[in-house]
């Protein structure tokens, strides 16, 4: 398999698709145009959010397609995008699902105590789908809030319909790997209104606090997702140094958890936890102008700007 990576970009205002092989960014239209100009364009070309319906189908084409690549552009019937392009988030997600205090470290930062895990199941929450938004975008602050937080998460795509899949086959259902900051209104996950004491809508999915990318990867791009180094870098000083190694739920168990309820479908979007090093552990919170780099070993890294909303 040849090494490469999916995103999108804005072309026209509207997002394009494009492959990443090392340092060179290439429409995937074009590619696929120079690469088979006499055949039929498939749909996923231009819309990769329609590719993941289809992943194993549209992931060995793009095998064939990234193989290509060197030669197409030594004989430069393709060339690399603009390095300046305003990059999209690589895909939408159908759902979003997290799972929440998946290491003991930052379980202990939170002063959240877990049962044994013998005696236990994965805690999950759903996030919007519109919180999502690019590398390069802005967070922005709702002044509803005083405590904005911040949380690294390696981001696993699902590539096929699964229902009641065990661990141990899971892998099989993992179409790739993407970097997720899980922005969090601390104040706001909490209530004391009703009998009810956490509210994850509420302090998860504001608009824009779900920053995601660079790219998407796709699975046989990382030898083990559960050896992936975490990092979360706040205006330039590092807070979260983690790695998958550590979650308490593996992310085979994770899927495993999940499609015993319901059906995950290709293009979902599952936030594994993120390590010790957020801010509510030691009474630091966002603010306007604060700058977060996010990244997972053998994705990337997202960056984003605070910017506090005025209403």
Same mark, same amino acid.
Request: hydrophobic letters at 40%; a negative charge.
């Given at each position: ?34 690469? #088979? %100009? ?8 231009? #819309? ?9 189908? =549209? ?10 690549? %060197? ?10 995008? %603009? ?5 999209? @988030?690589?895909? @939408?997600? *159908?759902? /979003? ?11 202990? !930062? ?8 013998? $005696?236990?199941?994965?805690? *999950?929450?759903?996030?919007?789908t519109s919180s999502i938004i690019a590398t390069q975008e802005e967070v922005v602050m709702p002044p509803e809030t005083s405590k904005l937080d911040w949380e690294v998460e390696l981001g696993v795509v699902i ?6 899949? +065990? ?14 900051? $899980? ?15 956490? #509210?994850?809508?509420?302090? +998860? ?42 979650? /308490? ?11 015993? /309820?319901? @059906?995950?479908?290709?293009? $979902?979007?599952? =936030?594994?936890? @993120? ?17 977060? !780099? ?15 909303? *005025?209403?």
């Amino acid at each position: 398999m040849s090494q490469y990576a999916l995103t999108r970009y804005s072309k026209n205002d509207k997002p394009a698709a494009a492959i990443v092989i090392g340092q060179y960014r290439y429409d995937l239209a074009a590619l696929f145009r120079a690469a #088979d %100009p006499d055949k039929e364009m498939p749909c996923w070309a231009e #819309d990769i959010d329609q590719g993941f319906k289809n992943w194993p189908q =549209m992931s060995a084409q793009l095998d064939e397609l990234a193989a290509k690549v %060197p030669g197409l552009a030594s004989q430069e019937k393709i060339t690399p995008l %603009p390095d300046d392009i305003k990059l999209a @988030t690589p895909f @939408t997600p *159908v759902t /979003i699902f997290g799972t929440a205090s998946n290491y003991h470290e930052h379980a202990e !930062e939170m002063q959240t105590v877990l049962a044994a895990k013998a $005696d236990s199941a994965p805690y *999950v929450f759903m996030k919007a789908t519109s919180s999502i938004i690019a590398t390069q975008e802005e967070v922005v602050m709702p002044p509803e809030t005083s405590k904005l937080d911040w949380e690294v998460e390696l981001g696993v795509v699902i590539g096929r319909e699964a229902r009641r899949v +065990k661990a141990s086959d899971a892998l099989d259902y993992i179409a790739g790997y993407t970097v997720v900051n $899980d922005i969090s209104a601390r104040d706001l996950n909490r209530r004391s209104d009703y009998p009810f004491k956490h #509210d994850w809508f509420r302090g +998860k999915s504001w608009d824009t606090f779900c920053p995601m990318g660079p790219v998407f990867v796709p699975r046989d791009a990382i030898a083990d997702p559960h050896n992936v180094k975490l990092g979360l870098w706040l205006n330039g000083k590092q807070m979260q140094d983690g790695n998958t190694s550590e979650l /308490i739920w593996n992310i085979f168990e994770q899927i495993e958890y999940l499609s015993g /309820i319901l @059906t995950l479908r290709p293009g $979902d979007l599952i =936030m594994t936890g @993120t390590p010790a090093g957020v801010g509510k552990g030691i009474g630091l919170f966002l603010k306007a102008g604060d700058k977060l !780099e996010a990244s997972a070993e053998g994705v990337g890294s997202i960056v984003n700007t605070v910017r506090a909303e *005025v209403i």
